[in-house]
């Protein structure tokens, strides 16, 4: 018996409509994931953001309209929140969890050991007593987040494009406060459950990938092969953002979007269709794209 194919994924949070730094992510999640036969799947992140589901929508409608496709309909994280208690329970249960009431500033300002990384939780709470977890419950007056209890400072993931990439693993959380599912937690539940073994997206999230990769082999899956591929600047070389005007498909257009999508990665096709044919991970650009409005 042959094993099912792999997948890829496109995995838009729904807080803003798509620009086209955005799009050109999702068609190069496509191309990696089609070039290798993989399914793609669409999954709307909205643990954090279930307030704006039009926004989804449009969004779906905007990566559809450029031609792309995806397998089943797209997952939203809302409809199954017991997916991630789940293995919040599960990580409890094997110990690997403890409670953190640290605000940002308390970790900003926490004393720090001299070749900390930056960046990295200091493990105030990391060894508190019951006794002074009760305190601490008693003077913040909220609930406390839920830390991931690493034995590991760092860890290597393959990257199709950055190589073997080395990374921070500090105790990240895995539930906030307010009892939502950190992201690092959630996105490395859903891959496993959905049988992503492709992740591409934007470099800004690199670094998030070997705390993502070090709690899938915690909870024995497979891990993901990763292309993070760069982000798309504005002409002030700052990140293309949704405030720097004329950069949606609704302002852009479909044809000059593609076109311009294309131009970036040195296609001449201008169709989804016509650049898989002309798909080649090793010669895609490995600097940013500088967007300027026609
Ligand atoms: N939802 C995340 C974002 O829109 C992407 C997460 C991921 O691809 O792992 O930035």
């Known amino acids: 018996m042959t094993s099912p194919p792999g997948a890829g994924r496109f995995a ?57 496709t995806w ?15 789940d293995v919040v329970d599960a990580l409890a249960d094997r110990g690997l969890l ?5 605000t940002r500033r308390d970790i900003a300002q926490a004393p720090r050991a001299p ?12 060894n508190l007593t019951d006794a002074q977890r009760a305190q601490r419950r008693d003077e913040t007056g909220r609930p406390p987040a ?4 690493t034995d590991t400072a760092q860890f290597t993931v393959h ?30 539940v859903d891959d496993a459950a959905s049988g992503v073994d492709q992740v591409v997206r934007g470099d800004d999230l690199l670094s998030s990938s070997p705390r993502q990769s070090y709690l899938a082999h915690l909870l024995g899956h497979r891990q993901p092969v990763y292309a993070h591929v760069p982000l798309v600047l504005n002409a002030d070389g700052a990140r293309l953002a949704k405030r720097d ?24 096709a201008h169709t989804v269709a016509g650049m898989l044919a002309e798909f080649d991970p090793a010669r895609l650009p490995r600097t940013p794209w500088v967007y300027l409005p026609e």
């Open 12 to 68: 838009p949070s729904p807080s803003a409509d798509l620009h086209i730094g955005n799009l050109r992510t999702a068609v190069l999640a496509w191309l990696f994931a089609r070039s290798t036969g993989r399914r793609f799947l669409m999954r709307v992140e909205d643990l954090d953001d279930r307030t704006h589901p039009e926004v989804a929508e449009r969004q779906l409608a905007d990566l559809a309209a450029l031609g792309l």
């Open 71 to 85: 397998d089943g309909p797209a997952t939203r994280q809302s409809d199954h929140p017991q997916r991630y208690d």
């Open 98 to 102: 403890y409670e953190c009431f640290c």
């Open 115 to 126: 070749h900390a990384p930056e960046g990295a939780y200091p493990g105030t709470c990391r």
């Open 146 to 149: 839920l830390r991931l209890r």
């Open 159 to 188: 990257d199709l494009l950055h190589g073997d990439y080395t990374g921070v693993v500090d105790d990240f959380v895995v539930r906030r406060g307010d009892g939502v599912p950190a992201y690092n937690l959630a996105v490395v």
């Open 245 to 268: 005007g004329a950069v949606t498909l609704a302002e852009i257009g479909v044809p000059e979007a593609l076109g311009r999508i294309a131009g970036s990665l040195g296609y001449r």
